[in-house]
């Protein structure tokens, strides 16, 4: 039994387009913008002054924050409503491919948890962008805090170079291969 609505399941897998339809190629860049911005902001906040270092922090937590719900909204297009097409490659590489898709979404969904039990472990307060404030879960803990933060950049590195190898290989796709991939993500007409 289906509990999806019968418009979202006419459009799962579309064997005929070449292209993802708009929602799906919006969030995909949404989410590679954020993730890069994320990432600059944690590794450059150590080269500025205090007071603009935690402006950078606050940015970043309201960014991960606004990263969760793009996270959340993407997964649930995806289950649903989301064009799928048919795959690209077959063989070897259409499971790497497929490990790789199911590996940076893990990391993130890992990345967002982490960043929410990092900063409650910490004890800090955290709000998104001062509009509301995301209450503490549980009491602070120093040491957990310690090993947390170790963990959410360990991800973050793990990441940025699974994201960094999916876009050299729809470079690849695009410049060596020209089999159209990098353009099925593409925004703007077909």
């Known amino acids: 039994m289906t509990i999806l609505p019968a418009a979202a399941t ?6 005929t387009a070449n292209r993802y339809d708009r929602t799906t190629i919006a969030l995909h860049w949404l989410t590679a913008g954020l993730v890069v911005t994320l990432f ?3 590794e450059g906040w150590g080269f500025v002054p205090r007071d603009l270092r ?9 960014l991960g924050i606004l990263l969760a719900a793009v996270l959340v909204t993407r997964l649930l297009w995806r289950g649903s409503a989301g064009r799928r097409l048919a795959p690209a490659n077959t063989g070897l590489l259409h499971l790497a491919a497929k490990a790789a898709h199911h590996a940076l979404y893990l990391l993130l969904a890992a990345q967002v948890t982490l960043g929410f039990l990092f900063r409650w472990a910490q ?4 709000q998104f962008f001062g509009l509301f404030a995301v209450p503490p879960a549980f009491a602070p803990d120093p040491d957990l805090a310690d090993t947390i933060g170790g963990l959410h950049n360990t991800v973050a590195w793990t990441i940025i170079v699974l994201a960094g190898l999916h876009a050299a290989a729809a470079l690849i796709h695009h410049y060596a291969l020209r089999d159209g991939v990098l353009r099925r993500m593409l925004p703007g007409r077909g």
């Open 40 to 42: 600059l902001l944690a």
């Open 54 to 62: 935690k402006a950078g922090q606050s940015l970043h937590i309201s």
């Open 123 to 126: 004890g800090e307060p955290f």
């Open 10 to 15: 006419a459009v799962r897998t579309d064997q």
